[in-house]
C-alpha cells in the first residue's frame, strides 16, 4: 500500500478498507462476488467500481466504470457509468486518474489518493480516494472498488 490506514480521513474510506479486508478471507485480494453492495451501504453512493482493460500484452489500457455511485456523480456533473475512462476529459485529469488506476493493478494493493483542482466549469474539486483490486482468478486484477469522499467540509459527498 502507499499509505498508513490510519491516514485515511473519513469514516467511509476507513470502513471500505476494513470491509475489503474482511472479503480476503487469506487470498491476496477478493473477487467481485464477494463484495455485496448491500453491505455497503454507508459508502455506496460514493463508490466506482471499474472493469480493467487489458490490452494483447496483458497490459492494464483501460479502465471501464460498471457503476458511479450517485455523489460522485453529483460531485462530477455527470454519470460516467459504461464509459471508458481513456474517453472521459474529467476537467483534465484523466491521465493522472489512468496512472493511480494502473498503480493499483500493478501492485495488487490498496491505494490512496488526495486530489484537489478546479474543474472547467469553475467548480473546486478535493477528494480523497481509496482503490482497491479484486481477482476473480486470485492474481490477475480484472476489476477495481473504489470509494471517493469530497474533503470540503460543507459538503455533503
Known amino acids: 500500500m502507499n499509505f498508513d490506514p490510519d491516514t485515511l480521513r473519513s469514516p467511509e474510506l476507513h470502513n471500505a478498507l476494513r470491509y475489503w479486508r474482511a472479503k480476503c478471507q487469506g487470498r491476496i485480494m477478493p473477487s467481485r462476488r464477494d463484495i455485496e453492495p448491500s453491505e455497503m ?29 450517485t455523489d460522485v456523480v453529483d460531485r462530477y456533473g455527470r454519470d460516467f457509468t459504461g464509459h471508458a475512462l481513456s474517453s472521459l476529459d474529467l476537467d483534465g485529469k484523466s491521465y493522472e486518474i489512468m496512472g493511480e488506476y494502473r498503480l493499483t493493478v500493478d501492485s495488487g494493493e490498496p491505494q490512496y489518493f488526495i486530489d484537489e483542482f478546479v474543474q472547467h466549469s469553475g467548480r473546486p474539486m478535493h477528494y480523497e480516494r481509496l482503490l482497491m483490486p479484486l481477482s476473480d482468478d486470485g492474481r490477475q486484477v480484472n476489476m477495481l472498488l473504489g470509494v471517493q469522499k469530497s474533503l470540503f467540509a460543507d459538503a455533503a459527498s
Open 41 to 69: 451501504v454507508p459508502w455506496l453512493s460514493r463508490t466506482l467500481l471499474a472493469d480493467v482493460i487489458y490490452d494483447a500484452r496483458a497490459v492494464p489500457s483501460d479502465f471501464r466504470f460498471r457503476l458511479v455511485g
